[in-house]
């Protein structure tokens, strides 16, 4: 925010100076454009103005925001740029035009709050529809208008509330169409109504029914499958995660419509369905069951692998991890920083936590005998990991081709026009196509490569971390440690500072090989999947 300045009126204000006008427009809504409220109509209406007033207009004296009529000037870069030119330029007369008063704030603090930063410098400010007059009267009635424009937005939106609300509880979709459907206006009974787009129709419900039936182990494969399809476009799969969980986790694609903060509880939609509620609910269970491609802190450092790991067991947040001085040395702790939480500020000797931990890693030890399972299941997991790497490296091969055919039509453009203005451009549209293009590229492998050895080394973490967790969890990099946490548990681990870790959680390793972990082990086929053709 500019600093406050301590000019005063008259210091401004000098007789016969040149005064300059900073012109302010703000809309903040697509009809105010269209119905003449628009940005050029203010700035047209204020040039004008000012031509009448003999103010000067500079070329970079216009300042444009599009906002809703809350917030203050600290918020609107238009606001906040004028006080940066007046206090840039102390010695001038100015005065700042705007169309109407309620374009200046449609808050009365706001309103009052950028007039008083204003006044400290020495502007006033003054309007072709209202007149701002320098009384007790004056700025009665300015207070007044600002309070109405305040009324005026609060009660429009209240208005708009209602409305989206009660169209809500009667099963449409009051806002922008969910990604995959399109509006489709029905006069005759609906109005508008979301439809799937035919487009994405087959490709959405091919996606989220295999998320459900297991076709997609993890949702990062159900990305990669709407990335091959064109649903999403141009990046890698893992960008995408967050977008697939929200549709995931959304009963609109189940034909249901709710909204929990405006308490409209979960109905029956009007819109057609993608997806069945018995699918739905099948993806429910399986994000419950485990929270795949979980997000783990990634400003590791290695004097602390557990942090991002662990919760405080009495309040649910993490637990931080840091350094104190001693009076002859540093010391490492583990501590809750959730103020409410009745441990609040207890440190966890860094020492204590982690031993306590490789006690509970060596609870997800597995029988020896186990191990020819874990091969079985993890070729077939392989199997399907390098089908798909495969089709995305076609995918990515493609599109970096089709990039820089793009890039050679926009360089003939770009070469054969001699308006300077078409040239920067098309300068600029190449800049972004480079950028593309190098992404694409960074994204690919340079050269051939033999997927065996990240097999093998996949492999042997995997069975090694089954079969002594422990020892293998020293041997692995802080990064490792924290990307193979889930590996071995099925959430974050909660840590009680009066009886240590919960022990009712399970490894999920264990969950998962224990009951074939018996005698008979090496006897046991995997329903669905192929002996393995690899050699021993």
């Known amino acids: 925010m500019p600093k406050t300045s301590k000019k005063t009126s008259s210091f401004r204000k000098t007789g016969g100076s040149t005064v300059y006008a ?41 300042f444009k925001d599009s906002a809703s009529g809350g917030g203050d000037y600290t918020t609107r870069p238009g606001q906040v740029r004028i006080l940066e030119v007046l206090d840039t330029n102390p010695h001038r007369s100015y005065m700042v035009l705007v169309d109407e008063i309620s374009r200046l704030a449609r808050d009365a603090a706001a309103h009052i709050g950028y007039r008083a930063e204003l006044r400290q410098r020495g502007i006033e400010v003054e309007s072709p529809n209202f007149n ?3 009384s007790a009267e004056g700025e009665m009635i300015e207070g007044v208008m600002a309070v109405a424009s305040q009324y005026q937005r609060r009660s429009n939106q209240r208005q708009v509330v209602q409305k989206q609300k ?45 998320f459900a039936h297991g076709k997609f182990t993890r949702k990062v494969d159900l990305c990669a499958f ?67 491609n979980k997000r783990v802190r990634m400003d590791i450092n290695p004097d602390y692998p557990l942090r991002g790991l662990l919760t405080c067991d009495h309040c649910g947040n993490h637990l931080t991890a840091g350094p104190t001085k001693g009076r002859n ?68 091969t493609r599109e970096k081709a089709e990039l820089e055919e793009k890039a050679k ?16 451009v098309y300068e600029k549209q190449l800049e972004g196509l480079a950028d593309e293009i190098e992404e694409a590229e960074e994204r690919m492998p340079g050269e051939k490569l033999d997927l065996s ?34 590996f071995i548990f099925q959430e974050k681990l909660p840590y ?41």
């Not at 806002?175 to 509006?183: D, I």
């Not at 018995?278 to 429910?284: I, V, Y």
């Not at 973490?461 to 020293?474: D, E, I, S, Y």
């Open 22 to 62: 900073l012109i302010y427009c703000r809309v903040s809504s697509e009809r105010q454009k269209r119905e003449g409220h628009g940005l050029e109509a203010q700035e047209a209406r204020c040039r004008e103005y000012a031509e009448k007033k003999g103010y000067v207009v500079e070329p970079e004296a216009v």
């Open 132 to 134: 701002f007059e320098d």
């Open 166 to 210: 009660a169209r809500l509880e009667a099963g449409y979709n009051a806002f922008p169409a969910k990604r995959g459907y399109l509006k489709q206006k029905d006069p005759i009974i609906h109005g508008k109504i979301d439809a799937p787009d035919p487009k994405w129709l087959d490709v959405l419900k091919e996606g989220l029914e295999g």
């Open 226 to 292: 709407l990335v091959e399809k064109g649903f999403y476009g141009g990046k890698r799969p893992e960008k995408f995660i967050d977008n697939a969980t929200k549709m995931l986790k959304d009963p609109f694609y189940a034909g249901f419509i709710e909204f929990p903060k405006w308490e409209v509880s979960r109905r029956k939609g009007k819109h057609q369905a993608i997806i069945s509620p018995d699918t739905f609910e099948l993806n429910q269970k399986r994000l419950g069951k485990a929270d795949f």
């Open 329 to 396: 040395r540093i010391h490492h702790y583990y501590v809750c920083h959730h103020k409410p939480c009745p441990y609040y500020g207890k440190s966890i000797k860094k020492e204590d936590i982690e031993d306590k931990f490789d006690e509970e890693l060596q609870k997800g030890k597995l029988k020896a005998n186990v191990g020819k399972l874990v091969r079985r299941v993890f070729d077939a997991t392989w199997d399907v990991e390098v089908a798909n790497f495969e089709k995305r490296l076609v995918l990515m």
């Open 409 to 424: 039509g926009l360089t003939e453009l770009y070469l054969g026009t001699k308006s300077s203005k078409l040239k920067r």
């Open 453 to 486: 050895i990240p097999y093998r080394t996949a492999l042997g973490k995997a069975t090694g971390m089954l079969q002594n967790p422990q020892v293998v969890w020293h041997g692995l990099t802080t990064k490792e440690q924290q990307e193979l946490f889930f």
């Open 496 to 536: 009680n500072q009066e009886t240590g870790y919960r022990t009712d959680k399970t490894p999920q390793a264990v969950m998962l090989f224990g009951e074939f972990a018996g005698p008979k082990t090496q006897d046991v086929e995997m329903v669905g999947v192929e002996p393995t053709s690899k050699t021993d």
